[in-house]
Structure formats: C-alpha cells, structure tokens
C-alpha cells in the first residue's frame, strides 16, 4: 500500500482479554518498528524487526507482549491478559533498511488506541 | 531510559512569532531526527541532521546540532496556527543496534 497501515484504529478490551495489533508496512521496507505512546507522553521503543535478522526484543515491558513479522512484511503485536496499564496508542512504523547509519526516515502508521477497562 | 529529552514540554506563541524547542542526548550519535505529531496519532519526519553538520534548513525550518554540548535545537520561524502540534526529536546512535529513540516530544501551540 502507500503508506504504513494499522488496525484496528481503535480497540476496547476488558482487563486480563488478549489483543493483537496489526502493521502492514509500506511494501519493500525491510524494518518495522513497534512504539508505545501514553497519554501526553513521548514514545517507548517496543520491537524492531530488520530483515532476516533476529528481532531487537529488547523495549518489551513484559513477557505479556510478544510480536511476530510473517514471510517479512506484516507484523502483529500480541498483548496477554491485558492490564490497565496497557492503555496506549500503539505506534508501528517501517523504514527501507533501518541500518541507522544511512540516516532512514520512519513511515507511521496512525496507531491503535488501545483501552482497557 | 529515553536517549532524548526535549524541553520545553509545551510552548505557546502568537502566529507570526519564531518557536524553538531543544532536544539535549546522552550517547555520541551518528545522526538526529525531529518529528510532527498532530493529534496524538502518526508522526510524520520533518528533517535529519547528521554528526557532521552544524546547521540543516527545510523551508521554514532550521536545525542545529551541537554534538560537543550533545544538544539540537528545531527553529521555526513565522509560524502558523497549522503548525500546531507535538514535535519529537529521535536519535540513532551506535549502540542502539539501528532503532530510532525518541524524546518525550514539545507540545507546541500556536494561537491565531
């Protein structure tokens, strides 16, 4: 597509529910990233996927949080028995190589607002 | 904890005025980048500086980058109601294995 899709845009879910989050990135762009974003706050690295290579798990709040990339395009945040805590837009966002020296820009998606009562 | 911290957290100014937000870092870097958010949702990439520059335009957008002081500043000059929003500046330093850091963002308005 032409730009970094996400769904759903919204998500309302009852404490202790699964959820999972979906990013489409742009087509070709071989990393993607999930952030984190509260309530008037800056934005906390989750995952980085680039390429082949084994995924940056390392901003992963919990072992509730996981993620997968399939055939290296879309990619599905998954979030167990969620907590309030939980609430958040969830920010995905894709770039061509992601190898940092070259200086890429991020592509974002909208996000989903996640709520849980 | 975050690579970048913005000050101020929020700005207020006429239109017309210049509004310049700060963005301080704690590691060498190989090059620094500021973002828009409108409305909480998707950012969008305004301009990179790398380490090797001191001072980048876009239009009506200046960055400098002091990599002695670890610090950047985003200027924007004349500004607008429309450039009403969060800006983020997000760092790409050697051991962040190729990852983007972001500030925590300056909340910027611009009132008619």
């Known amino acids: 597509g032409a730009g970094v899709s996400q769904s759903p845009s919204n998500k309302v879910t009852e404490k202790g529910k699964d959820v999972e989050l979906r990013c489409d990135p742009i087509?070709?762009?071989?990393?993607l990233y999930w952030y984190r974003q509260s309530l008037g706050q800056g934005l906390e690295f989750l995952i980085y996927?680039?390429?082949?290579?084994?995924?940056?798990k390392s901003g992963l709040p919990s072992d509730r949080f996981s993620a997968e990339r399939t055939g290296g395009s879309v990619s599905t945040l998954t979030i167990q028995r969620t907590q309030q805590e939980d609430s958040a837009v969830y920010l995905c966002a894709s770039s061509l190589y992601g190898r940092g020296t070259s200086g890429e820009k991020l592509f974002f998606g909208s996000g989903t607002q996640l709520s849980v009562l | 904890s975050q690579q970048g911290e913005e000050d101020p957290q929020a700005l207020s100014i006429q239109e017309g005025e210049n509004a310049t937000m700060n963005c301080s870092y704690k590691t060498s870097i190989n090059n620094l980048q500021w973002y828009r958010q409108n409305s909480g949702r998707g950012l969008v990439h305004l301009i990179l500086?790398?380490?090797?520059?001191r001072e980048k335009h876009s239009g009506r957008l200046r960055v400098t980058l002091d990599t002695s002081k670890k610090s950047s500043s985003l200027l924007i000059t004349a500004s607008r109601a429309a450039d009403t929003a969060s800006y983020f500046c997000?760092?790409?330093?050697?051991?962040?294995?190729?990852?983007?850091?972001f500030g925590q963002g300056t909340e910027l308005s611009v009132k008619p």
């Open positions: 996927f680039q390429g082949n290579s084994a995924p940056d």
């Open positions: 997000a760092t790409d330093a050697w051991n962040q294995g190729g990852k983007l850091i």
């Open positions: 087509s070709g762009h071989t990393a």
């Open positions: 500086i790398r380490s090797n520059e």
